[in-house]
């Protein structure tokens, strides 16, 4: 007996509207569709209508928690057309930033995994373990969230001397909690019964679907964009790229807690740097941008991004593109899911870090002849007229 | 006249409805309020159970369109009555052992199996895939756990020599509780395990995983019928560990001194029911079901040899 269970595009799993269907016998899945599109905003469109440095901040709400990632990679692709090299003050802090970031969303994740698998204790005690992090955002952006820090040439704002040992004191408390936390969960011996071994996606799957970030790094595919091609200040401390084998559940798990050590290392290790570095030098000023084309990318917590960006000279881009890390582990369940139970298949969905707000595209094709239907302007159009047809039902005018 | 207000005052007042409701409501509260501290969550006010079930009971019921809405809508209330039932045994017995019957534990048993069949009906009878997926959970778990927990119950049959109530009440009396015999022992833990099974908690509340399946044979409940779950599942949080007190650790006192001995065998249950609750991940069900045949009934089978031997 075979039917199909929904997950989505509303479901307590999901934090964002998506839709699997899942083909299941029993409880086993024998086939799964992934349907995204729910949240799509037109952010690619919309840089082109926004001037260079507008477009940081539009670009920073691509996603909520990668929200410094996705700026990271948007001034390195400008600062790669400008051909600037930035103050190593800013490097250190750019570093600092996109670290603390990286710090957040896997204790994020790692609270989340906990619920999806019914520990809510290590949930709560995740998510409190976060908080810290946010209050130290706050003190060097001004944000608990859209830090606002990027900017092209050098970052918006200094750390300052004299709150750097506030900052050291919080990564040492912090680097006592995740080691504990990482002993909860790796040592757990009902935890091991649950995760390991599920959803194995093998070294050769990972690189044929091309995945990025933890999930590769789970794989054992040793890929890292911080140490591969390194920006900000990753060429000038010392740390580990953390890889496992496995590529189980528990690997993914493993490797995000681990690289919490990695990133907490990371942070110390800058801000003692900036403590020796002369203060308010962090940023270079930019008159215009030339016409050119750049590209530019970073390692946020979910893997690679990758921003492409191009100038004719004007105050707009002509063209920006954007490819966010979920965009390419998504497929990867078809490799990790079929086969497995529905009450795992919840549990590996969930094991990439799934970001679908940044994923969000889409495209209409004729599924017979695979022609497409609709080209950029159509859709423009398409979505202007339903703006219209909007604005006249709840009678605002224009 | 007496024969039947006495059994219908038993039944719906003391020890029955109302009792073992209130006590299972404030005894849900402690469950949610321990959790929030655990979880560094301030947590409910203590009649936050309460107002949840009032609140559902003015709700709207929606009943699924089809030809077994009969089911849907009787099967919350099979469950309540068992609960009800097996508490007001219980207490009865426990107040007045010699009141027992033949057959009563056997009829307690029985009872007990009521409220998980009234979850698999309601589940099956919702006609969603998640409501029947979850009622088949719940149903592979019954079979997980049943067969332990009757071999831990009957190693005290063996042990007391008797299937009475009673008798195994006056045996703790004049010999020592259960607890004080290796047998007594290993069963009272296989038992535990399997109340937390029964209760359908972490880690063995598969049926309802909400991350899986959306609370499972739940999700058509509204309105009064999921009232009276989640009642169900209050009064058995209370109605399961006064078995387990009655069967293996001596009963229930309620002279003097007693009656604090009495509450504090039923919070220590409690507290153990709810540390293993919030320590635990969810098991899947092969998982569950794995460990429920192979190590729980290993040890519930030794319990029983050891009984059997005289120990």
């Known amino acids: ?398 | 006249m007496e024969k039947v207000i006495y059994p219908l005052f038993y039944f719906l007042i003391f020890p029955g409805f109302l009792f073992t409701g209130i006590v299972g409501l404030l005894a849900s509260w402690v469950d949610r309020k321990v959790t929030a501290r655990v979880q560094w969550r301030v947590g409910p006010p203590w009649y936050q159970p309460l107002a949840d079930i009032l609140k559902l009971l003015g709700k709207e019921t929606i009943v699924p369109a089809g030809p077994r809405a009969t089911f849907f809508l009787l099967a919350p209330v099979l469950g309540l009555v068992g609960v009800t039932l097996v508490s007001t045994v219980v207490w009865v017995l426990n107040l007045n052992p010699g009141s027992s019957f033949v057959g009563d534990l056997v009829v307690v048993l029985y009872l007990l199996a009521l409220p998980p069949l009234a979850v698999i009906i309601g589940g099956a009878a919702s006609k969603n895939p998640l409501g029947a997926l979850g009622a088949a959970r719940e149903m592979k778990l019954v079979l997980g756990y049943e067969l332990p927990f009757l071999i831990a119950v009957f190693t005290v049959v063996v042990k007391v020599g008797s299937i009475l109530f009673g008798d195994i009440l006056n045996f703790q009396e004049f010999n020592g509780i259960m607890l004080r015999h290796p047998s007594g022992i290993l069963a009272f833990v296989v038992a535990i395990v399997c109340s937390q099974a029964k209760l359908t908690l972490i880690p063995f509340d598969i049926p309802e995983a909400e991350q899986e399946i959306m609370s499972g044979p739940y999700v058509e409940y509204s309105g009064a019928p999921l009232a009276i779950f989640k009642l169900t599942r209050a009064m058995m949080l209370f109605a399961l560990p006064v078995f387990l007190i009655t069967v293996f650790w001596g009963g229930l006192h309620f002279s003097g001194w007693n009656l604090l001995w009495t509450i504090l065998k039923y919070v220590a249950l409690l507290v153990v029911i709810v540390v293993v609750r919030n320590t635990n991940p969810r098991l899947r069900i092969d998982q569950a079901i794995r460990f429920l045949w192979g190590p729980v009934t290993a040890v519930a089978i030794l319990g029983m040899i050891l009984a059997v031997v005289g120990l």
């Open chain 1, 1 to 398: 007996m075979s039917y199909t269970v929904p997950i989505g595009p509303y479901h307590p799993l999901l934090e964002e509207p998506e839709f699997f269907t899942l083909k299941v016998e029993g409880e086993r899945v024998v086939d799964m569709d992934i349907r995204i599109g729910y949240n799509h905003r037109g952010i690619e469109r919309l840089a082109q209508t926004k001037t260079w440095e507008q477009d940081t901040f539009l670009i920073e709400r691509v996603c909520g928690i990668c929200s410094t990632s996705h700026p990271i990679a948007y001034v390195n692709a400008v600062e790669d057309l400008l051909e600037l090299e930035i103050p190593e003050r800013a490097k250190y802090i750019r570093s600092i930033v996109g670290e603390l970031e990286r710090l957040h969303s896997h204790l994020l994740w790692v609270g989340l995994a906990g619920h999806f698998i019914g520990y809510n204790t290590v949930f709560m005690w995740a998510w409190k373990y976060r908080e810290p992090i946010l209050d130290v955002f706050e003190r060097i952006t001004g944000n608990r969230n859209h830090y606002a820090m990027m900017k092209i040439g050098g970052v918006r704002r200094d750390i300052l001397k004299e709150d750097i040992p506030d900052f050291l004191a919080a990564m040492d408390e912090l680097a006592r909690q995740n080691e504990m936390l990482t002993k909860a969960v790796i040592d757990d011996p009902v935890l091991h019964a649950r995760l390991k071994g599920v959803g194995v996606l093998s070294k050769k799957d990972a690189i044929e679907y091309a995945v990025l970030g933890p999930t590769a790094r789970g794989s054992g595919y040793d890929i890292d964009v911080r140490r591969d091609s390194p920006y900000a200040a990753y060429d000038l401390v010392d740390w580990n790229v953390i890889v496992f084998p496995e590529g189980d559940v528990f690997a993914k798990a493993a490797v995000r807690l681990l690289e919490n050590a990695e990133s907490i290392k990371i942070i110390q290790q800058c801000l003692r740097c900036l403590q020796e570095l002369p203060e308010g030098d962090f940023s270079v000023p930019v008159d215009q941008i030339p016409p050119g084309e750049g590209i530019g990318h970073g390692e946020a917590p979910r893997g690679e991004v990758f921003h492409y960006v191009r100038s004719d000279g004007s105050n707009y881009p002509i063209r920006h593109k954007i490819r966010a890390p979920t965009f390419q582990n998504l497929p990867s369940f078809k490799a990790s899911c079929i086969g497995e139970t529905v009450a795992d298949v919840a549990l590996i969905t969930a094991s990439i870090d799934p970001c679908y707000c940044c994923t969000e595209r889409m495209i209409a094709v004729d599924a017979d002849n695979g022609k497409k239907l609709l080209d950029g302007q159509d859709l423009i159009r398409l979505c202007q007229e339903k703006t219209e047809r909007m604005r006249k039902r709840i009678k605002v005018s224009t």
